[in-house]
């Protein structure tokens, strides 16, 4: 049965905790209960996946005593006790402890999971080094696969060769490695990683040294990202024997290189650390990658692993999403990243420009200025290319064409800001030559009448265009294109000669959302900017997104690019999630939800005005998304087939057919759109 829509398990993510406890030393019962009230607190909020540290059920630090029978014989009572208590539950434990089988004693990762253990994994790479003495105690398990472990009356696979899979969770695919396990050069989890496992989790008792943790999160990260996995790490902490060593209680969750969740260290308690893992984004970039899996052609890493498959069954109520979700995912909320991303953005489309100037032989750069958002970053792109090719800013042809809608606001802005770049700047009035236009071709505004139609706006942006490339014929120029990444992914331009054309296009990478951002950079950081400049800059930033091509109407409005086509914060938000991930519209309109439903909630890129927070219920996230998915899968492409070359900024990708996104000019939107309505049918109309 599907599960409802405001699960999270519904769209493709599944909660992991990473969680440390006290231990008593060699007290297996005691430790055992510990666990247990952990995975009960984990199973109130609806964990699917539980990992605790290593030899938590004795300790890691007992030494000579975990040779004891009455210890080992108690670490087989508390995990039968554990499988017994675990039958109402709903996560998967992974807990750690020592066990014999044969001759041996094995350090282990034990499953658990509703009254069933599925598997027993040896840890493979034991420390014998410095303060590490395991091979005293234990033996490596790395040779011990396709194997079987008795623990008490349980019989369950043995060996570092397993996989345990979700068979109502698409995608949920767990392996657990110990501790050094992922120190060494090739872990057992990158084999887990190319034969499935998505699910990454370590078993640690690590000591705590100075800078040790730092290590270790370079480590976790560095395998999350390398491996295309989440990767759940969970520390020794409070209890453990402190002869010679400390102990710090680390936890952390990463996913593909991002930080998920992290606790502080040396807890006075329990602690853990959960998150939502997006197992639809590592299936997509492992989709995507595709040496990712040519590696696994390569190395042979799938033949050998085993598959334990079982039920999460997970609660069919809203849980919530325990994941920091972005309003803007082309836009950080962190200062210290938004500032690199934007002076990488910026600098990105500068060199880009630098290039094709000068392999063509340094042509004066023209561009029409109106004012709006991507004119006005296209210009600073250009004058900053000017500056580091020692070039006069003066040799910038600027160019303000007003038509039958230009405002005497953006007008003023837009000389203004010329002519504080030091550009040259003149004004080209296109009214004439578009009413002579209109004139022959029959056009009802040429006689009077107030008709505003395509062919009304697309007169006046196409002369603006032709006039461009004219000059630039005539000055031993080039034509700066200035649409942005935004405006492509919804056919939001003129074709052919229109804005839609240039020599070449500076902000085709770049979406809307990112440059507001980037010229608040400029403004916060006076990027070669003086005092006007930067109030002329803010006032671009201060005047609603509008084409400029129908007068205001008799309500004195101005015509709205968002009131017609819809946010570009949503736009935007959709954009990303299908051209990076590939995501279906329900997961997006979920997400979408949750991210724009409360502006309290939530952080906000820094530098966002106040006054212009707001918010999106999923009514109006699903209107939008219908309009979005319309455009760009039934309409748009067509004009992204013949865009002009233009510089790739963002990781999430590029619309050039040239680069990251290539698919018919002649599409539909037709699978998109009924997935959406199955999800929404109350909200989504045919």
Known sequence: MSLPFD????????????????????????????????????????????????????????????????????????????????????????????LRHRNRLYNCAVVIHRGEL??????????????????????????????????????????????????????????????????????????????GATVLLNLSGSPITIARAEDRKDLVQSQSLRCLAAYAYAAAGAGESTNDLSWDGQTMIYEGGNLLAETERFPD???????????????????????????????????????????????????????????????????????????????????????????????????????????????????????????????????????????????????????????????????????????????????GEPVHDITFENVQAGLRTDYLFRLANHHGGMVIGTSDLSELALGWATYGVGDHMSHYAVNAGVPKTLIQHVIRWVISHREGVDEREAEVLQSVLDTEISPELVPMGQDGKMQSTEDRIGPYAL????????????????????LAAHAWGDTAAGAWPPGFPEEDRYAYDLPTVAKWLQVFLKRYFAFAQFKRSAIPNGPKVSPAGSLSPRGDWRAPSDGNARVWLAELKAALPDLVKD
């Open 269 to 447: 308690g329990p602690r853990r650390s959960i998150a939502d893992v997006d197992l639809d984004r590592l299936r997509q970039d492992r989709l995507r990658q595709g040496t990712f899996d040519d590696n696994r052609r390569a190395t042979g890493a799938d033949a050998s692993f085993r598959t334990v498959h079982f039920r999460l069954d997970p609660p069919r109520a809203d849980v919530g999403l325990r994941r920091t979700l972005d309003r803007f995912p082309f836009v950080p909320d962190d200062p210290a990243r938004l500032a690199q991303d934007c002076y990488e953005a910026f600098n990105i489309q500068v060199s880009g420009l630098v290039q094709r100037m000068r392999a063509i032989g340094g042509p004066k750069p023209v561009i029409g200025v109106s004012g709006g958002l991507d004119s006005t970053h296209a210009l600073l792109v250009v004058a900053r290319a000017m500056d580091l090719m020692g070039r006069p800013r003066s040799d910038i042809l600027a160019y303000t064409m007003p038509g039958f809608a230009t405002s005497e606001h953006t007008k003023s802005n837009a000389i203004a800001l010329a002519e504080s770049v030091g550009a040259s700047i003149e004004t080209i009035d296109i009214r004439p030559l578009a009413i002579e236009m209109l004139e022959r071709l029959g056009h009802p505004f040429a006689d």
């Open 118 to 195: 599925l598997g027993v994994a040896p840890k493979s790479y034991l420390p014998t080094y410095r303060e590490f003495y395991e091979r005293r105690w234990y033996a490596p398990g790395d040779d011990q696969s396709a194997q079987d472990i008795r623990v008490g009356e349980l019989e369950a696979p043995f060996g570092p060769d397993l996989l345990f899979e979700a068979l109502d969770i698409p995608g949920l695919v767990v392996h657990a490695e110990v501790c050094e396990d992922v120190w060494v050069p090739i872990p057992p989890s990158s084999r887990a990683a190319l034969a």
């Open 571 to 590: 736009h935007d938000f959709a954009l990303f999630h299908i051209l990076r991930y590939g995501f279906r519209p329900s997961k997006i309109a979920y």
């Open 7 to 98: 699960s999270a398990y519904r769209h493709g993510f599944a909660r992991v905790a990473a969680c440390t406890i006290p231990v008593e030393i060699a007290d297996p019962a005691a430790n055992a209960a510990a666990v247990l009230e952990a995975a009960r607190v984990c199973d109130a909020d609806a964990v699917a996946v539980a990992v605790f540290p290593e030899l938590c059920l004795t300790g890691y630090a007992i030494d000579d005593l975990v040779m004891q029978d009455p210890v080992l014989d108690a670490v087989v009572a508390a995990i039968e006790q554990l499988v017994e208590a675990s039958v109402d539950l709903l996560p998967v434990l992974v807990v750690g402890a020592p």
